[in-house]
């Protein structure tokens, strides 16, 4: 008898798991040559010397003289790091508060909710940086609207008058017209944070209201004791993201000086600058976790 080749076949949970790799083959070139491989090389460049030349660049490792530089003779980072951390303790609470707050509305039934939760959502997919430039009024402010004050529409200049006549320290005016001028933006920014908060909320089942409307509980009981405690979770996860993203944003101090120092080719600098930021979030991302994570209800 002729002899019969063995062919082995390949179970269907191993050509899923083939057809699976190959479609995020392309996402791992890519996070590779785009995301892995900068950083790698971003951190060489804060531990060097690097020149410009006409032919490309040339590296020196120095060690760390380029973080203790940053610290000592640039007096511009320290202070734009510390701006940038009063903003953060300033916003994130009122994004969270408000994003919660719409979401909670927005989860009722009423006629129009499907179109009031596309225009919560829709910045999140128009934004960018010159879109949300001209519509703050930052850019026509410079410009067209210079002359004709329409920039003012949502600036706090009669409350800051207000305030001070009523004898508010400069300081206490100072936040409140800092958060009323930047209320639109944070309104803006607040798309992501409000559909977790819409995912999370119908999570929860319908019989826990139920049981808190037989026993005679009121609207803002069932909140604290129903509403709250199960979202806990989610709070905590929007807690953190509006913390990476106002560290992360494009009007941010720490940011903006960052890339106009590699824009005019201070690499070794920038990157220090960088890879020390990252290292004050993640500190401060992993101290509030381990605050708030304490607080968290998780449900078994």
Known sequence: MPNRLKTRKISYEKKKSIAGFLFILPWILGAAYFVIIPVIMSFVYSISKVKVTTNGYVIKLIGFEN????????????????????????????????????????????FGRTMARVMFFLPVIITSGIVISVISGDVFSQTVMQSSGSSQLMKSDFLNAYLRESGFSDQIVQVITNLVDSIFTLIWKSGIQILIFLAGLQTIQPSMYEAAQVEGSTAWETFWFVTFPMISPIIL????????????????????????????????????????????????????YLLVNKKVFYQK
Do not use: C, G
């Open 67 to 110: 973080y203790s530089s940053i610290f000592t003779t640039d007096p511009d980072f320290t202070r734009k790091t510390v701006s940038s951390l009063q903003n953060m303790m300033l916003q994130v609470p009122v994004v969270v508060l408000l994003s919660l707050f719409i979401a909670i509305i927005l989860n009722q039934k009423f």
């Open 237 to 288: 996860l929007n807690v953190i993201y509006s913390i990476v993203d106002n560290f992360t944003d494009y009007t941010n101090q720490v940011m903006v000086y960052i890339n106009q120092l590699a824009i005019n080719l201070h690499i070794e600098m920038s990157s220090a600058m960088a890879w020390s930021y990252f290292a004050v979030v993640m500190v401060i991302v992993t101290v509030i």
